[in-house]
């Protein structure tokens, strides 16, 4: 059972434009919500992560925006930049140093 | 200031051998997680290790074992392989002990290791 669900699968966008991937989960005992971005021949890297006590959180072009009612996550990237074309996962954890259970990935290319 | 590495980078076996992957940790890093990847897919927790011992553990059979060793570093054996056993296997280090809750959160992962099974 995926406890963790991600769409769109793949998504493509003009340079410049907002990339949105969203993420749905079930189990409310979640406390931390990072996004991992993940090139090709590498492993995944932390981007932005968000607790539930907050609805958003912006680092640079990147924000979180967290509905805790609704569960559910989503990853925006203002000003899409080729160098953003990768694989996009949400996760989620409960407890510190617990186990992430990851989305299926999100394939994001940018076209210049 | 050396990240998570992992060896080998890509290796083949036939089903039923045996393989032995490594890590090593970050530097100042105590912890190490296991995650399975397979194609197109998100990766998947295998088991966590801290103080040389399996602190945690995936929905993985026993032919999954894993091992740290007092420098922190770790192995990962997998026994019996199966066509399915073919993905990308990542490790992941945090900080546990030292700052306690604070560090254990963010993940530092390896580049993996690419398993291919015939």
């Known amino acids: 059972q995926q406890q963790v669900k991600q769409s769109p699968q793949s998504l493509i966008v003009q340079k410049g434009g907002i990339s949105i991937i969203n993420c749905a989960y079930e189990?409310?005992?979640?406390?931390?919500f990072p996004w991992y971005q993940q090139f090709p021949g590498k492993g995944p890297a932390l981007l932005i992560a968000i607790r539930p006590d907050v609805s958003e959180k912006k680092e640079g072009r990147f924000t979180i925006s967290f509905n805790k009612s609704a569960k559910q996550f989503s990853l925006h990237i203002m000003d899409s930049q080729p160098g953003d074309s990768a694989t996009y996962f949400c996760a989620a954890s409960m407890g510190p140093g617990n186990q992430f259970y990851f989305g299926t990935g999100t394939s994001l290319t940018v076209i210049p | 200031d050396a990240g998570v590495t992992q060896s080998p980078t890509h290796l083949i076996k036939t089903r039923g051998q045996q393989v032995t992957l490594r890590c090593s940790p970050k530097?100042?890093?105590?912890?190490v997680s296991w995650y399975q990847q397979a194609l197109g897919q998100g990766p998947q927790f295998i088991f966590q290790y801290y103080e040389e011992e399996e602190r945690q553990r995936g929905n993985f059979p026993d032919r999954f074992s894993g091992h740290q060793f007092p420098n922190y570093s770790s192995e990962l054996n997998v026994n019996a392989l199966l066509l399915g056993d073919s993905a990308l296997y990542l490790c992941a280090s945090t900080q546990w002990g030292r700052s306690g809750f604070r560090g254990a959160n963010v993940l530092t992962f390896g580049a993996g290791s690419r398993l291919t099974v015939l």
């Open positions: 189990n409310t005992a979640f406390d931390y």
């Open positions: 530097s100042g890093h105590d912890t």
